[in-house]
């Protein structure tokens, strides 16, 4: 089985561009989550999405939005890059039927350079 | 939001050493995760604990969550274990410690 996939694997943009970042769950899972990992220190929460509804938002500015589509999959936008959001962006999938994040499972990841 | 330390932050074994790595968090938690990040950045999944103990071959976990803290044990440690381990409780999201850095030497 397929487990959570995500693309592209490396990009390098510049200052004030935007990325679009996707994800594909695992067969099943009907939530997704986005998590940024910046060098050195553990992975933050950006997002939450179930049933292509947000369920949790971290504390990042409005330039990072996200979405669900109808077959679960998911899309993290980050609109005029700044250097700081030089980071490794990392996917998660679970079920989403429990009360809390549930059991997740992380995809590879997508690791942003902004030059 | 809910505080997780890790300790401690690095951990230098020689193979076939035991281990001991240590999660404490500062509030009451639906659940529980380890997990250990390649070289390449996966983070894999080693245990979902929310409570008692839970063993996968060498690795085992103790979850405390009275006492808001997880252990993980690595026993006759190889050098396939080294990389970055965290933990990670879930209140409604994941909130990650900063990792144990681990390094086995042949």
């Known amino acids: 089985d397929a487990g959570v996939t995500q693309s592209p694997t490396h990009l390098i943009k510049t200052r004030g561009q935007h990325v679009t970042l996707r994800c594909s769950p695992i067969?099943?899972?009907?939530?997704v989550s986005w998590y940024q990992q910046v060098l050195g220190q553990g992975p933050q929460f950006i997002f939450q999405y179930y049933e292509k509804e947000e369920r949790g938002r971290g504390n990042f500015p409005d330039r990072f939005s996200a979405r669900q589509f109808p077959n679960y999959s998911s899309e993290l936008n980050v609109n005029a890059l700044l250097l700081g959001d030089s980071a490794l962006y990392l996917c998660?999938?679970?079920?989403?039927?429990?009360?809390?994040?549930?059991?997740?499972?992380f995809g590879e990841g997508s690791r942003l350079t902004v030059l | 939001g809910i505080q997780v330390e890790q300790s401690p932050p690095d951990l230098i074994l020689q193979e076939g050493a035991n281990s001991t790595l240590r999660c404490n968090f500062s509030?009451?938690?639906?659940?529980l995760q380890w997990f250990h990040q390649n070289p390449w950045g996966q983070l894999i999944n080693l245990f979902y604990i929310p409570s008692g103990t839970k063993q996968n071959g060498r690795l085992s976990a103790t979850t405390v969550a009275t006492e808001r803290y997880s252990l993980l044990y690595i026993s006759s440690s190889q050098t396939t274990d080294s990389g970055v381990y965290f933990c990670a409780v879930d209140d409604y999201k994941l909130s990650f410690g900063a990792g144990t850095t681990v390094t086995v030497r042949a």
């Open positions: 067969s099943g899972h009907k939530s």
């Open positions: 509030d009451s938690v639906n659940n």
């Open positions: 998660a999938s679970s079920l989403g039927t429990s009360g809390g994040a549930g059991e997740l499972f």
